[in-house]
Every structure is written in C-alpha cells, then in structure tokens.
C-alpha cells in the first residue's frame, strides 16, 4: 500500500462512553431506530420552526423553501452574522450562541421543529471542530428536549461522517461510518450526542453529499476556474466519483424527514433515522467541469489533472501557513488525503420513504451558474 494515502480505520465508537474533550470517540454507536406514529409531524402542524445557521448558505435555502410553505422561521444568528441573503423574506431573528444556553432556549421556545445546519467546516484542530459540531449540537438538543413538548430535531450531516466510498459502492445508511478527517470525526461525534437523546425527542440526520447551488461561495471557485481559464482541476490519475446535491433539493429532503421521516433509537438497526443526500450516485469531477462550462459558455473544458505527490506537497505548504498564521486554510493534509477518494452515497432510502425527488444535477448546475451570472459573482 502506498504510504502516501492514509487507510482510514474502522472506528470503534461508543454512545455510552462520553469521548473526552479532544479525543476521537473510541466506538461507534450501535443502533437507530424509527418509532411510532407520534413522531411524525404533520404539514399542518409545522407552523413555526428554528434554523440554526440560516444566515448561511444551506441556511438560505431552507428559510426560503419553509417561508414559500407560509412557514413561520425563526433564525438562530450571532451578533455578526450577515443577514444580506434573508431580507427578502420575513424571518424572525435571534441572535444567540450554540455554547450560550439560555440564547438557545429562547431560541427554541414555541417551534414545532429545530433544523441545525448549523456548523464549523473550518478550523486549526479537532478541538476546535468539536466545540462547533458536537458540543454546539449537543447543547442545543440538551434545551429542545426539555421543553414540555420537544420539537422534531433534523441534525444536518455530512458524508464526510460517514467516510469515503469504494468503487462503484456508494455508501448506504447501513454501512459502518468510517471518517478520516477531524471534520468528519467531529460531525460524527454530534450525531452520536444527538443519538443520546432520541428516546425523548424526535430526532433524524441527514447526510449530504457536495452541496452546490446559489450563493455558495465553498464551490464558486470551480465555476470560476472553468468560467476563465476553460479547465477543470482533477485529483489524481484516476477518475473519483462524488456525490452532489443541490440545497434547494437538500432543503425538501429536510422539510420531508421533519414531517414524517425516520427517528433515532439505540435499539434498532443501524442506519435507521438517517438519509443520504444526493442527485444521484455520483459524477465525476470532468463530468461536473463540462457542465459548468455548458452554463458559462466554454466550449470545452479541459481535464487538469493533479498528481496525488503534487496535491500532498501543496497541503504541506499550507499546513506550514495554517501553522503560522494560526487561520484555517482552504487546503490542508487532511482535505488534500480525502480528495484521493471516492466520495458518493446512495439517495435510494430518501427516494423511497420520503419521495425525494430531486431535479437533475444537469439543470441545477445550469440554474446555478445563471444566478452566478446574474448576481455579478461570475465576471
């Protein structure tokens, strides 16, 4: 095995061992569970919810689909939250912290439904993911389950808690969670918190896989690249498959799972109270690259591919920046050793239980790039 990508190792997690604080959990809980028919909640009875990270791109998505549904929104943002994206919506504001308890309480008060997209998808350590996606998850779950009718709790994922895929095996909900990187542990480790309080309050997790769509900055760069130069950077020698879900779908899925999807339990089978998010099984990068350049008027685009030596070498320069600067960089070993696999997960459950239908990855890319267009963000 080549020594320059990590295998990752089965984790062995535990949800009845509390993981010390900085320290990976040493056991991967057992079991979810679906349960009866009071923890569904009915359309009708979805009148006002709480988003976590709504002033955020995912965020955006969601409060605009809840607000077209006559959906009463109330947003949990800090105090320097921008509110640019939601003035064209009438949402509810409350500024709050997820490790300040009495904000989240008030936050929480009278919602029939908590959607947490809230998230830290950058940092300088585990620590400091943690703090965010496990301890920020499971505060706030701690104050919704106290209340004297605990709210539906829908906790937004990742595939990354999940871990990388095999060829040609897109990760199921069943499979054993695998996840090599610090952001993947820590999302992991909040699902786990959440799992503790599933037997008095409803809640399900929803993995996505890349989430694209109108105001995302994270994948703006790709349809710059392509837009400007006509190429499409590939890691590796090989093709990698991932798995892309537009927010506007991603945001039905999560309304679905709210009003009638799977609970958590540890008494039942793995995978059960959680969804894969995905168009489909998986495209690859150059398959993406020409799409986008379909959208912004390239001709063609070419495949640039990046050797696996080239992309570890350039993590370690920005590890040595992240290590200096003490800030998060967009590239760093952890992020560089993931790009090396497949990532892709299977939308079949979601397809089946909840009718999730999401629109084509053709035309959402399309849509994207327009609005890219339109906002003067692609110049």
């Known amino acids: 095995m080549n020594k320059l990508f990590p295998v990752a190792k089965k984790p062995v997690l535990n949800c009845c061992e509390k993981p010390k604080s900085g320290v990976q959990p040493t056991r991967f809980f057992q079991q979810f569970w679906y349960k009866k028919e009071s923890q569904f909640l009915r359309s009708e009875n979805m009148k006002k919810v709480l988003i976590t ?20 929104v109330r947003c949990l943002v800090r105090q320097t939250s921008s509110r640019t994206l939601l003035q064209p919506f009438e949402v509810e504001y409350h500024v709050g912290e997820l490790n300040d308890a009495e904000s989240l309480r008030q936050a929480v008060d009278g919602c029939d439904a908590v959607f947490h997209a809230a998230g ?10 943690e703090n965010v996606n496990r301890f920020g998850t499971e505060n706030l779950a701690q104050v919704a389950v106290e209340c004297a009718s605990p709210p539906v709790f829908v906790s937004i994922s990742s595939l990354s808690a ?3 895929s095999e060829p040609n095996q897109p990760r199921q909900e069943s499979d054993p ?16 918190a959440l799992l503790s ?11 996505p896989g890349i989430v694209f769509g109108e105001a995302d900055k994270m994948n703006l760069t790709l349809f710059k690249i392509v837009k400007k130069w006509g190429v499409c950077p590939l890691p590796g020698y090989r093709d990698k498959y991932y798995s892309w879900i537009h927010a506007a779908d991603l945001s039905e899925l999560l309304i679905a799972a709210a009003e009638r999807g799977e609970r958590l339990d540890p008494n039942q089978p793995m995978g059960t109270g959680i969804y894969f998010a995905a168009s489909d099984a998986g495209r690859t990068m150059a398959e993406i690259g020409r799409l986008i350049g379909q959208s912004v008027g390239r001709k063609r685009v070419w495949a640039m591919r990046c050797p696996p030596r080239g992309i570890l070498a350039a993590s370690v320069l920005y590890e040595a920046v992240k290590w200096w600067s003490g ?10 050793c993931e790009s090396l696999h497949h990532w892709t997960c ?12 999401p629109q084509p990855i053709e035309e959402r890319i399309n849509q994207t790039a327009q609005w890219f267009l339109e906002n003067g963000w692609l110049v």
């Open 53 to 72: 990270g709504g002033s955020g791109f995912i965020g955006y998505h969601l409060v605009r689909r809840l607000c077209q549904k006559n959906v009463a």
């Open 120 to 129: 830290l998808v950058r940092a300088k350590n585990y620590q400091e993911f």
């Open 162 to 164: 999940a871990g990388y």
């Open 177 to 192: 969670p695998m996840p090599i990187s610090n952001y993947g542990k820590s999302k992991l480790a909040g699902e786990i």
């Open 197 to 207: 309080f599933a037997k008095k309050m409803p809640c399900t997790i929803v993995r």
């Open 327 to 336: 800030k998060p960089q967009p590239l760093d070993w952890e992020k560089a």
């Open 346 to 357: 299977s939308p079949e459950k979601a397809r089946t239980q909840l009718n999730f239908s």
